[in-house]
């Protein structure tokens, strides 16, 4: 005989709620309502006012027929309608795409008729990209919504709707509904590709849930968090950080466009505690005078993401201030599910080795399953001698649900059932990993695998370099050999010849690059170097 535990099942089922980040801005509203919600230049919102005026935003939405399914687009900085749609768009079963900011018209109208999507929010900084997008689409064109900003001087419209009178005719739905399924699609996102058109990244209310949490245990965040907006919230929905301070009760700072004194202003302002970035937000910041921040009286904390920045960086952001974790994930991942999580025995280390440590990407999220590095061919997990690379793979609750429209994508991210990431890595006897490049950006030379990254880490160890990009070039002896592609740091006259020597000292003779080009190197908007551009111009 055993016990029947099932036998109150009937109970269980009666409790079932489906997670979602809307019940963070429901309980957020009641609890913490008297709490600074939202902060843009001299506009401020309450927790009780973002509660009604999220609720308002999706009346008005079902106004216009958007239901369960449709597609509600976003062309935004980081304002306060960006956030509020977060919230907004998903009670009603919608789905949010936020649209990279920085995308031409071709780019754009292409996402805006593969999603079908009905309502586009616009800023008008954008207003003529997103006129020709609109111009140039080749389905039905979206409900413009123009979100005006008379304190940023962005006051042209589109079409006939207006932000805030669009939800101040609006009665506010009575209740925050959650969704009928935990796994419904809560956001679609639209990868950075760098050949042919962009894969639509679809996630769901139960990923963000847990994601925005797995934020809150990674971090170590506290319930008084003041966030800066930093990190563009079309990126990833933010790395989930919008619904992450909501469940919270803390404070977001708007931030139209990065800018280091700004952020620096901001952060004195305001009392900002948290941010997040990539690499070159990180070195801006590291780039100030020391004084910017004395008298500060506290620690900020920041994430950064990609390619650890250099030694230098780590040390300068610690120098003003600043505790900088290293975190790693993709769009279809949510953004952060690798972080790495500092040991306490590292405190007693030396300073370069404790960097050295920090600067690798880590281990799974708390509530991330399953990240390993295997051989993709064999599906074996490589050995953890920090040597032998893999591809790094994710499974768990915590993974897109695939790509819109196209199952042939999806089923081969998905094969042998593990997402695999396309980032090869290799992963220390402590389990913590570190990418070593992605499997695109691998140089075979002469039948030799060259990380880009190796020789990208080599470059930056010089304290003149500020951002190096190292990508294949054709040779007609070896097939390919690196190409280094340099940006010093402000009043640096260092040479290519210079740094060649420099990297014959740290490199073995075949990796150090055969060609140097020094000036500004292009990135997307969060951050990211644009490869495919630099690949183009070594052609050229």
Not at 186 to 214: D, E
Not at 322 to 328: D, G, N, P, R
Request: contains cysteine.
């Amino acid at each position: 005989m055993h016990v029947d535990y099932n036998e109150a099942l009937a109970a269980c089922e009666a409790n079932y709620v489906p997670l979602s980040p809307l019940s963070f801005l429901r309980r957020t509203g009641k609890v913490f309502g008297h709490r600074t919600s939202l902060i843009q230049d001299d506009r401020r919102y309450t927790w009780a006012e973002t509660h009604e005026r999220c609720r308002r935003f999706a009346a008005a939405l079902q106004g216009l027929g958007i239901g369960k399914g449709d597609t509600v687009a976003a062309l935004l900085p980081n304002i306060i309608a960006m956030y509020e749609a977060h919230f907004a768009v998903p009670m009603l079963g919608a789905v949010l795409n936020g649209i990279n900011i920085r995308l031409d018209a071709a780019a754009i109208a292409f996402i805006l008729d593969h999603s079908e999507s009905r309502v586009l929010l616009v800023d008008p900084e954008f207003a003529a990209v997103a006129k020709e997008a609109v111009s140039l689409m080749k389905g039905d064109a979206p409900t413009l919504i123009t979100v005006v900003d008379e304190a940023a001087g962005f006051t042209e419209r589109l079409g006939e709707l207006e932000y805030e009178a669009f939800i101040a005719a609006a009665e506010p739905l009575s209740d925050i509904p959650l969704p009928d399924n935990e796994w419904d699609a809560i956001a679609l996102g639209y990868t950075s590709g760098t050949t042919g058109n962009p894969k639509g990244v679809v996630t769901h209310h139960r990923g963000a849930y847990l994601n925005a949490v797995s934020n809150t245990m990674a971090w170590s965040l506290p319930a008084s968090v003041t966030y800066l907006w930093t990190l563009p919230m079309f990126h990833c929905n933010g790395w989930c950080f919008p619904w992450t301070v909501a469940a919270l009760g803390g404070t977001n700072v708007c931030l139209r466009r990065v800018d280091a004194q700004v952020i620096a202003d901001l952060i004195r302002e305001h009392g900002v505690t948290h941010f997040c970035g990539a690499p070159i937000v990180h070195s801006m910041i590291s780039e100030l005078p020391k004084e910017t921040f004395e008298g500060l009286g506290r620690v900020v904390k920041g994430l950064v993401a990609g390619a650890p920045p250099p030694a230098s960086v780590f040390e300068r952001m610690r120098a003003l201030g600043f505790e900088v974790t290293h975190v790693y994930g993709l769009t279809e991942v949510y953004g952060p599910a690798v972080v790495c999580t500092p040991q306490q025995e590292w405190a007693d280390k030396p300073a370069a080795e404790q960097i050295e440590l920090a600067g690798r990407q880590g281990v799974n999220y708390p509530l991330e399953e399953d990240v390993v590095v295997m051989d993709p061919d064999t599906m074996t997990e490589v050995p953890h001698d920090g040597e032998t690379i893999g591809e790094v793979m994710f499974r768990g609750n915590i993974v897109m649900k695939g790509y819109l429209k196209n199952p042939e994508a999806t089923t081969e991210a998905f094969k042998d059932g593990w997402f695999h990431s396309g980032d090869l890595a290799v992963v220390y006897p402590d389990g913590y990993l570190k990418i070593r490049d992605r499997s695109k950006d691998v140089i075979i030379s002469g039948g030799e695998n060259i990380a880009s990254l190796e020789v990208e880490e080599a470059l930056q160890a010089h304290p003149e370099v500020l951002v190096s990009a190292v990508v294949a070039m054709k040779h007609e002896k070896w097939g390919e050999v690196p190409a280094a592609y340099v940006q010093l740091r402000p009043g640096s006259r260092l040479e290519a010849a210079e740094l060649k020597e420099f990297c014959k000292a740290h490199l073995p003779g075949f990796k150090v690059p055969k060609k140097f080009v020094i000036g500004p190197i292009p990135t997307t908007s969060t951050g990211k170097i644009q490869k495919f551009k630099l690949r183009e111009k070594v052609i050229d």
